[in-house]
């Protein structure tokens, strides 16, 4: 089993639809979360962390599940320029420092 | 442009070659990783430094493998022999540490490597 999990897709959805994305982690210990997005043959960069309490920022909203050890992503309204691939981040320290990327989540928004 | 910037984009070479990489972290990061990226995946961690130390470095990271922050500020990531399987993407990221807001590391343009 991989350390961090995610659908790999592709969601293709429609401008203005929403859509979630869900992410599992195996280490109980991490400390850490993200999302990432990386656009085709480029570097990741950072969408948003994501706190136990849940955070929003414009049209995306993340939450972190601790009991259940899973993070999700909510975009709302989705953009044509949402179309990338989304990346979970899992981090921990505890036995060394390990950071776990996710193989991605590709989105598709069509017009 | 004060984000992180890494040298060469492209690099093509032919089996058993040596190869190094230059990874400029954002001036005031103390933290500086290596990640190796194949199409399809995530970023697999390499090695990180803290300052000039070396604090972890990936199963992943074979004896050909070798990475140095001499002074801190930059760092080189050096493959020697190169085989084919080492052509991926090589990304250099850094970040602040410790920082309230929790470890952002930010990703600098990636080194992509061809091996014939």
């Known amino acids: 089993r991989k350390e961090v999990e995610q659908d790999p897709g592709p969601f293709n959805v429609p401008e203005g639809a929403t859509v979630a994305f869900n992410c599992t982690y195996s280490?109980?210990?991490?400390?850490?979360f993200f999302w990432y997005r990386q656009d085709c043959r480029k570097e990741p960069k950072l969408l948003m962390s994501?706190?136990?309490s849940g955070n929003e920022d414009g049209r995306f909203t993340a939450q972190l599940n601790r009991a259940s050890q899973y993070i999700s992503l909510l975009i709302r309204d989705s953009k044509l320029s949402d179309s990338a691939t989304y990346l979970c981040?899992?981090?921990?320290?505890?036995?060394?420092?390990?950071?776990?990327f996710g193989a991605g989540t590709r989105l598709f928004v069509k017009a | 442009d004060t984000g992180v910037s890494q040298d060469p984009r492209h690099k093509i070479t032919k089996r058993g070659q040596n190869v190094t990489f230059r990874c400029d972290p954002i001036?005031?990061?103390?933290?500086l990783y290596w990640y190796r990226q194949t199409l399809g995946q995530g970023p697999e961690f390499l090695t990180y430094?803290?300052?000039?130390?070396?604090?972890?470095k990936s199963r992943l990271l074979s004896d050909r493998f070798s990475a140095e922050r001499p002074k801190g500020s930059f760092s080189t990531l050096e493959i020697q022999r190169t085989e084919q399987g080492d052509s991926a993407m090589y990304l250099c990221a850094s970040s602040l540490w410790p920082s309230g807001t929790g470890e952002t590391q930010y990703f600098g343009p990636g080194t992509r490597l061809l091996v014939l």
């Open positions: 994501v706190y136990s």
């Open positions: 981040v899992v981090t921990s320290y505890t036995g060394g420092f390990k950071t776990i």
């Open positions: 430094f803290q300052n000039e130390a070396q604090l972890e």
């Open positions: 001036s005031e990061h103390n933290r």
């Open positions: 280490n109980s210990a991490s400390q850490s």
